[in-house]
């Protein structure tokens, strides 16, 4: 959502991310972020209110003080036990072949 | 980099044979829209993705390339009536509470404690799976105006992005 928070604050909308990749926020550069160090899908938590709560008024209070555009404020906050992504996984569980098709690709057997 | 790599993660696996690389939008600034209203006084909406949709509405193909379509969701739909459709994330628990990824619920209540001003009557679900060019300058220069004309249209003040 980071390209999307950048076209509409070049349309006048005042607007921040929470986020959970680091590496992309950086590159596209949205004006006002918070990352989540959480898996990619769960920016504001799992299956905890007050946690979503709390990330969503640490965002707006960084809406409320950032003051220029493009940083992006690690948020405190823990997954709860160790996680990590694996390079790949999303190929293997939908198939190397399947994924070519669906981008239009000929698939030669 | 402490975080995960994401960038390289990908980079790798679509090195392989057949795949066209990943195309990286590198920006070396940001715009920037002053923040000067009171946030208790703001009509707040969200943008996300995680391929959420209305069970109503049709659902977001699990491995979407290309599609440039994009969900419109009512600022007083209930959470049951919301669906996750994306094999790119892991969506188990989500899938029981979706304020993990869009906390639309949440915003209602932080409306309903004078937090912010109002919740908007219309919020977007966009930028699902991989967009390959020329979808990505046609998501960025056709989709997204479309989107954020909408939301102008319905006097939003702050648009919280969930995801990136």
Not at chain 1, 17 to 35: H, L, N, Q
């Amino acid at each position: 959502m980071n390209l999307a928070a950048r076209k509409a604050e070049e349309e006048g909308l005042c607007t921040v991310v929470v986020g959970s990749a680091y590496d992309i926020m950086e590159c596209v550069k949205p004006p006002r972020a918070v990352f989540t160090d959480f898996p990619m899908g769960h920016p504001f938590g799992r299956n905890n209110k007050q946690q979503h709560l709390s990330i969503m008024k640490d965002a707006f209070r960084i809406l409320e003080q950032a003051q220029e555009p493009g940083n992006i404020v690690v948020l405190p906050y823990y997954w709860g036990e160790p996680w990590e992504w694996i390079p790949g996984k999303v190929v293997e569980d939908h198939g190397f072949k399947n994924i070519l098709s669906d981008e239009g690709k000929k698939i030669d057997e | 980099m402490p975080f995960t790599e994401y960038i390289k993660g990908v980079n790798e696996e679509y090195a392989k044979p057949g795949f066209v690389p990943h195309h990286w939008i590198k920006n070396l600034t940001a715009p920037w829209t002053p923040f000067v209203k009171k946030l208790s006084d703001c009509r707040v909406a969200l943008i996300g993705g995680g391929g959420i949709s209305l069970k109503t509405q049709e659902r977001y193909k699990l491995m979407s390339v290309n599609d440039l379509s994009y969900r419109e969701i009512p600022g007083d739909v209930k959470p049951e009536d919301l669906v996750i459709g994306s094999a790119y994330i892991r969506h188990e628990d989500s899938d029981k509470d979706i304020n993990n990824l869009f906390p639309l619920e949440l915003l209602r209540e932080m409306a309903d404690d004078g937090y912010i001003g109002d919740v908007s009557p219309v919020h977007y679900v966009c930028g699902i799976g991989r967009l390959l060019e020329p979808n990505l300058t046609a998501y960025s220069e056709e989709v997204l105006p479309e989107i954020i004309g909408k939301l102008k249209d319905a006097k939003v003040d702050v648009v919280l992005c969930c995801g990136g």
